[in-house]
């Protein structure tokens, strides 16, 4: 065996600790054998004891072949080319076996040891992309027959070559299309890698409509994506593009019939909703944010500010068949700076006995000692929830766990000497919900301090705060799973 080389499927030579999501292995003998299209298979993950053993002969065993990854064998003479077919994830690992005991034609053995390669697939962009969302989103009803356009959101880079995307109305026939790549953040899809926009040549008839991807949709590496379908269905006629109302929270204000709007010392929200998928856009001297609202609901966060902000600014709210809404808007946050004190970890879920063994972990990230707080726990907007009351004093930099009056503190791994704080029952009314819930932390003036969006318990672990993140951060980003750390 003279040489094992992989690429990527424009010919590329690849990494094998930065393999394609599909890639191609060539295999170059010193001459023909005995039943090459055998001899050499992909799988996925690390090859173990069990594996080893079984690369040492052919045949293969059902036990490393239910780890097959399917793959086109193609030989020509003394070479041997395996081409994945699977679409891979990423960072996955995957082992090239060929096996031991290789035979030429005239049945002389001519490899003993079996070749056993270890490789993993590209963390990158470029490395490979699957369509991840939509906008509007795949299942849309009553969209406007003179949509503009539809977007598709990947993870990776891809390139689009002619034949790509298919459209069907109704009558089941193609429908006249232009596709071309555009930016994701100008569409408001600010967390995607790369985005392609679908816009019909003519308004569509009432009915279903369907979008598919073909093998001419493809990824930086010239590997074809996964084929993808996406339907939707036209309404008869359009609707107008309207703000809906909505019930604000405690610590909010209806702002001019748009939504509601909730501020704090370091950030300001808009929170609206119209009846269809559509752009929101806020402009000022200082800022330009765009964020698709594929349900026509969105919060407009202005984060990183102030206290005694002001700030003009333009809202811009656009349909997907060319409506659009302007209204003047003001960006502001409070007039003084607010406790220093954010939510950054908390145990919804524990090893132990709910919701005795159930915690919130606050953390003071400002530069003075505070004392004689008083806040409220919610697990709602429109409620104030839980007394706290803290007669300690907190030094920046410490962490308070927050818990009920059975929690023990020990068997949760609380870091010694962290302040613990006990409410009389639960955190909140019947606990936190493993099922995943919001938790609003405010002072005894109902100010906003700290808000963490709703995340599914899971036993034994934490939501943490990003250590990155802005303390008055909302957003699901700025927040992981990851083991708990009580206090520390």
């Not at 193609?74 to 990423?90: D, F, H, N, P, T």
């Not at 008869?236 to 019930?247: G, I």
Request: charged share 25%; proline share 7%; glycine share 10%.
């Amino acid at each position: 065996m003279t040489r094992v080389e992989a690429f990527d499927y424009s010919g590329g030579l690849a990494s094998w600790d930065a393999l394609p999501r599909r890639f191609i292995v060539r295999i170059s003998l010193r001459g023909p054998i005995e039943g090459p299209g055998q001899v050499a298979i992909l799988i996925s993950g690390e090859a173990d004891e069990a594996v080893r053993k079984d690369a040492e002969a052919l045949p293969w065993n059902q036990r490393t072949l239910r780890r097959l990854i399917p793959s086109e064998v193609k030989v020509e003479g003394s070479e041997i080319e395996l081409r994945s077919q699977a679409y891979l994830s990423r960072g996955s690992a995957v082992t090239l076996l060929i096996a031991g005991g290789i035979r030429d034609l005239d049945g002389i053995k001519r490899s003993k040891a079996p070749i056993i390669i270890n490789g993993r697939v590209s963390e990158g962009p470029e490395g490979g992309a699957q369509m991840v969302a939509a906008f509007p989103p795949d299942g849309s009803v009553n969209l406007s027959p003179r949509t503009e356009r539809f977007v598709l959101a990947f993870d990776g880079r891809v390139q689009v070559f002619p034949g790509a995307i298919l459209v069907r109305d109704s009558s089941r026939g193609e429908f006249p299309v232009t596709a071309s790549m555009v930016s994701c953040s100008e569409e408001g899809l600010n967390s995607f890698v790369d985005c392609l926009a679908i816009a019909p040549l003519r308004s569509f008839p009432p009915g279903d409509v369907e979008i598919l991807t073909t093998e001419n949709l493809r990824d930086a590496t010239g590997a074809s994506l996964p084929m993808s379908r996406l339907s939707f269905r036209v309404g008869p006629e359009a609707r107008s593009l309207d703000f809906e109302a909505m019930r604000c929270p405690i610590d909010g204000r209806e702002e001019l019939g748009l939504g509601c709007v909730v501020f704090s010392d370091r950030q300001w929200s808009l929170r609206a909703r119209v009846g269809m998928p559509a752009r929101f856009e806020l402009y000022s001297p200082h800022r330009a944010i765009r964020v698709a609202a594929p349900y026509g609901e969105v919060n407009l966060v202005v984060p990183a500010l102030a206290p005694n902000h002001f700030e003009a600014a333009r809202l811009v709210v656009r349909s997907l068949d060319g409506q659009v809404v302007e209204r003047a808007i003001q960006i502001e946050t409070s007039k003084r700076p607010l406790l220093p004190l954010t939510i950054t970890e908390v145990c919804a879920d524990p090893e132990g006995p709910e919701p005795d063994q159930e915690w919130v972990e606050l953390f003071h990230f400002g530069d003075a000692p505070i004392s004689d707080v008083d806040l409220w726990l919610a697990d709602r907007e429109d409620v104030q929830g839980t007394r706290i009351m803290i007669r300690r004093t907190i030094a920046p930099g410490d962490r308070v766990i927050l818990a009920g009056m059975r929690f023990d503190a020990v068997s949760a791994g609380v870091a010694a000497g962290a302040l613990v704080i006990r409410v009389d029952g639960a955190l909140v009314p019947g606990g936190l919900a493993n099922a995943g819930e919001p938790l609003i932390l405010r002072d005894h003036e109902g100010w906003r301090l700290a808000r963490m969006p709703a995340f599914r318990g899971r036993r034994g672990m934490c939501v943490v705060r990003r250590a990155e993140a802005d303390p008055r951060s909302e957003g699901e980003e700025d927040f992981l799973y990851a083991s708990c750390t009580p206090g520390r």
